[in-house]
């Protein structure tokens, strides 16, 4: 019997905000141990909430982003669990009223082509909440040690339907999603520091068939890259218990990405386990229209959006808006240097390919590099306008980099414009024509590309210093009269 996978995919995503959710101590990765902490953090006897209203508005930034329907009135509850990791013994949360409902995440399927994105479609959203992070605990030999810093960090968890077919459609799921929130400014989704978790609900079921299979639930999955395999995993050993007669017990299991291997780690707990109530310490909050209109005003347009706005507009191959799309910064890097140079489709190959290179050899971050958008325009401009051959082009790109100067005061101060005598050029021509009767007779012949074999041997007579356009129809031209 064949089987299909049915993935519902718990994100939880710090956001990204001065203070914690419910007090004004910083929020932050990196401080101290324990540092990042008050009464309120504690816990303390005759401490009190706040709520923070910013991470509210990043919320429903993140909810507007993704088509959801945002509740005009939301309200806290408590979930109560006994875990170190929570000085209070229960997590303030959303219950039945949370801040953002449906929606979807659009997410590009494999297949993409070098001008043509791949398949597209929407993952659906149950809903999103905002509730607090809790501590870290760290376990060794000598004992189990905790850290408070994360706890009480505003968090918002991102529910999807169970709408994702397999492993692969679930990686596309995250890592679209984490591009939509760094996009927005609402979270860094930084895997490493804990910013962006997720647990995947994971099950099985005759394909054809309707109903759910029992599904299983897969913590401790740290990277993207561990999402995928863990899924891949989690199928494998499903479709083998079934295969052999077993059943699929309702548990949460723990994946360890190093090893590939899960094990059971308890049997999953339901929403009655945790006792959810109302918080009396929080109000209600109400949501309005000129509310959401004011955090509307500030969304930037989806990545998807601006790829498919690239593609159309712009004429730049896939190839390249598929590297510049998801970092926005550089995705805007790239918009002021086409509209500088006038020139998209070379603009976007040199930072795409020069830039990304010479900033991943430096070690710097696009805000670092001395290479600004005019710089590159500059260059485009030269270059297309034959001032400067291709060499002389990554010479001073180069230079650009280390020193910050116009692409104009390098190419003067070292003496790289091109510029050679039209007789030099038609005696250097003939001259490679004369030394190369095979690839004359192959480009009469109708071999178009025999051409270039002459371009070589011109541009070392010119010392790099011929305009390659005026080359070739300089040599096209004496190839006609042959």
Not at 292 to 300: D, F, H, Q, S
Not at 336 to 354: F, H, M, T, V
Not at 405 to 420: N, Q
Request: aromatic share 6%; with cysteine.
């Amino acid at each position: 019997m064949n089987y299909e996978a049915v993935i519902g995919l718990e994100v939880h995503v710090q956001v990204r905000t001065a203070s914690k959710m419910f007090t004004r101590v910083a929020a932050g990765f990196g401080a101290p141990e324990n540092s990042l902490t008050d009464p309120v953090v504690l816990a303390l006897p005759g401490a009190l909430p706040v709520m923070n209203r910013e991470a509210l508005n990043q919320v429903v930034k993140a909810g507007l982003m993704l088509g959801c329907a945002i509740a005009p009135v939301c309200k806290w509850d408590r979930k109560n669990y006994f875990y170190p990791d929570s000085p209070k013994n229960y997590q303030i949360s959303q219950y039945d009223n949370p801040i953002c409902v449906g929606g979807s995440v659009e997410i590009e399927l494999p297949g993409a082509s070098r001008n043509v994105m791949g398949a597209h479609r929407a993952v659906a959203l149950t809903r999103i909440h905002l509730e607090e992070d809790v501590g870290k605990l760290t376990h060794g030999a000598g004992g189990s040690l905790i850290d408070f810093n994360r706890a009480g960090t505003p968090l918002m968890e991102i529910v999807s339907e169970p709408d994702l077919r397999s492993a692969d459609e679930a990686f596309a799921y995250l890592t679209a999603l984490k591009t939509i929130m760094i996009y927005g400014g609402i979270s860094d989704c930084d895997m490493e520091k804990g910013q962006m978790r997720c647990d995947a609900n994971v099950s099985i079921r005759p394909v054809g068939a309707t109903a759910l299979g029992t599904k299983v639930e897969l913590k401790n999955l740290n990277s993207i890259s561990f999402v995928r395999a863990g899924i891949a995993h989690e199928i494998r050993r499903q479709v083998s218990v079934v295969e052999r007669g077993g059943a699929i017990v309702q548990e949460t299991r723990d994946y360890d990405g190093q090893t590939g291997a899960s094990q059971s780690l308890r049997s999953k707990e339901m929403a009655h386990d945790y006792r959810y109530f109302p918080d009396p310490d929080l109000m209600p909050v109400r949501v309005d229209e000129a509310w959401k209109a004011r955090i509307r005003a500030g969304c930037p347009e989806l990545p998807f959006d601006k790829q498919r706005r690239f593609l159309s507009e712009y004429q730049v191959p896939y190839t390249i808006t598929s590297v510049l799309v998801p970092d926005r910064a550089l995705s805007d890097f790239f918009e002021e240097a086409a509209r500088l140079s006038g020139k998209p489709q070379a603009a976007g190959n040199w930072i795409a390919n020069d830039l990304l290179r010479e900033l991943g050899r430096a070690g710097i971050p696009l805000g670092a590099s001395r290479v600004r958008p005019a710089h590159v325009a500059g260059l485009v401009k030269l270059v297309e306008a034959g001032a400067i051959p291709g060499p002389a082009a990554r010479e001073v790109f180069a230079a650009m980099m280390e020193t910050g100067e116009a692409p104009e005061v390098i190419v003067d101060r070292r003496g790289l414009r091109a510029g050679t005598d039209a007789g030099e050029l038609e005696q250097w021509c003939r001259e490679a024509l004369a030394g190369d009767a095979r690839s004359v007779a192959d480009f009469k012949a109708g071999k178009d590309s025999a051409i270039n074999a002459f371009k070589g041997p011109v541009m070392r007579a010119a010392k790099g210093k011929a305009n390659p356009k005026l080359v070739d129809e300089t040599l096209r031209r004496l190839l006609r009269d042959a």
